[in-house]
């Protein structure tokens, strides 16, 4: 329970530097505390203002009976989700990589400068350029510096997930605005419960609602980013300082005094602006003259919801969500390999433990399909590689799906399985971990809130392929029996003909007709006659 300075205080100003949280604030008539920072000096009997305040003043703040509701608070007018479903937000590198790292709190990814500063650095475009993120002592305080290690990776793992969602509610603020980098925007606490769907929590207090909203707004506005950006097409290449990525300007508590001379908080408010990347990456004026970009997606509310209800059950998945929504905004054929979804949605480290530890993997392999099942429930439906992801080391409840729902056909479909050579009741595979960190899929079927965040692709003509000399029976059948026979992988027979192995996959699917040369050569790498 927190405390509450009552009446008669006469500001000695003995009990505020006591707090250990600093959460004891000054004002023009005297000092009140920050009940979101207050947690009553759990670890003591007596709390550490109460033992220094002489004439008691002090007294812990009793529940608020009734309504929350007041006058006080400003309206909430939603400006985004306007259409109950959808909500266009800043897709950049910078604000993908922000949402990864509010997400995924990877240690590993971490260094320490020369001045013991904490910084996360990502490459661009192979190296060429680079993102420098740090972490904010301070969000209301830009002139502070940024944490050193061991404060940085301690705040690093107090991150919550669901401080991305906030992230991607000011993202998709910063496209409401023509010129984002010169304005500010103001969000309230209901605004957020009604994004996040906290109105529908009765299970939290009123003060629990606002603790929670305030430390989420918190760490998104921690995120401080430097960049050095190379030329991409007509756009040259930028350098920027060190800036946050939303810069908390204030917070504006709400209070209400009881009969007893208690102040109870009622209601937050937050004014926020996003930092100078905005004048690269969603300047809607210069991209027209081709010197800025104007990178945006568009942000189901759906998603949101489902990583407020879903985060402790299926915390991988919901890191997965996240990603995916950057990901898969551009709309062309994503194909994706396990490993990364297993890093993405658990850390490298974990990724590597289960590697290198024996039988370590058997968690970490059940706990990625049922998050994969997790996603196929929300929405996005995994579409796994025939290849590299078959049958029979894919997860049971996607072979399950096939089951049809009419009791008839469901005998059939039964019959017909005894009948199979892979059977559903069947063991997985003694080999299944090592096949699966080799596995790829081929993208997700996406729900239709998901298809509006895809773009469509053009349409390509495609040529036609030049027609097999008449009497040649190098097929692509041949050719991977060929190989197969002679023990050489892909990889293998690509560096000998001085191809992609790429190339061999293309041509081994029959996706195109091979040259005259390129059939020579192929003959006479493999022993064909």
């Known amino acids: 329970m927190a405390y509450t300075v009552k009446d008669g205080c006469i500001a000695c100003d003995s009990c505020r530097p006591e707090c250990p949280n600093d959460a004891i604030k000054t004002a023009a008539d005297g000092y009140w505390i920050d009940p979101t920072l207050c947690d009553r000096c759990e670890d003591l009997a007596v709390p550490r203002c109460v033992e220094a305040c002489t004439i008691g003043s002090l007294a812990p703040l009793k529940p608020k009976k009734g309504r929350n509701k007041s006058t006080l608070l400003p309206a909430a007018i939603p400006a985004i989700f306007l259409n109950g479903k959808t909500t266009p937000f800043a897709s950049s590198m910078v604000v993908w990589e922000a949402c990864n790292i509010l997400a995924q709190r990877q240690s590993l990814l971490w260094q320490s400068d020369r001045d013991n500063f904490l910084y996360h650095q990502r490459d661009i475009h192979r190296g060429q350029g680079s993102m420098t993120f740090r972490l904010a002592a301070n969000p209301e305080d830009p002139a502070l510096p940024p944490l050193d290690s061991e404060q940085g990776l301690a705040a690093l793992a107090q991150f919550d997930l669901r401080a991305a969602c906030l992230h991607l509610i000011f993202a998709a603020y910063a496209t409401t605005s023509d010129s984002p980098w010169e304005e500010t925007f103001v969000l309230n606490d209901q605004h957020i419960e009604q994004y996040l769907g906290l109105h529908r929590r009765k299970d939290l207090t009123k003060l629990e609602k606002l603790t929670l909203i305030k430390t989420l707004v918190y760490q998104a506005c921690q995120l401080r980013v430097s960049l050095d950006w190379p030329r991409q097409g007509h756009v040259k290449g930028f350098s920027l300082p060190e800036h946050a990525v939303w810069q908390l300007h204030h917070t504006q508590y709400y209070f209400e005094t009881d009969a007893e001379g208690c102040r109870h908080l009622i209601g937050l408010s937050f004014s926020l602006q996003p930092g100078v990347w905005a004048r690269h990456f969603l300047n809607r004026q210069d991209y027209r003259k081709q010197t800025a970009f104007y990178q945006y997606g568009t942000l189901p509310q759906s998603l949101l919801t489902e990583v407020m209800g879903s985060w402790q059950q299926h915390e991988g998945a919901m890191r997965l969500l996240l990603w995916l929504v950057f990901k898969l905004r551009l709309g062309t054929d994503h194909r994706i390999t396990v490993r990364t979804l297993l890093r993405i949605a658990y850390g490298e480290e974990r990724v590597t433990a289960a590697i290198t530890v024996r039988g370590a993997h058997k968690r970490l392999l059940k706990t990625f399909e049922n998050d994969l099942e997790a996603l196929y429930r929300y929405g996005l439906k995994p579409q796994f590689d025939p290849e590299t992801y078959p049958a029979e080391i894919q997860p049971l409840w996607a072979r399950v799906a096939e089951i049809p729902d009419d009791a008839d056909a469901a005998l059939d479909f039964w019959a017909d399985d005894a009948n199979r050579d892979l ?49 040649d029976n190098l097929s692509s059948g041949a050719i991977k029996a060929a190989r197969q026979q002679l023990n050489l992988s892909q990889r293998a027979l690509a560096q000998r003909l001085g191809k992609s192995q790429s190339w061999i996959r293309d041509v081994e699917n029959g996706r195109f007709s091979i040259g005259p040369g390129d059939r020579a050569l192929l003959r006479q790498t493999l022993g064909l006659n």
């Open 423 to 471: 059977s559903l009741t069947d063991r997985a595979p003694r080999d299944k971990w090592q096949r699966l960190l080799n596995a790829r899929l081929l993208g997700f079927e996406l729900s239709e809130d998901w298809q509006q965040t895809v773009r469509k692709p053009k349409t390509k003509r495609r040529r036609q392929p030049r027609p097999e000399p008449a009497g």
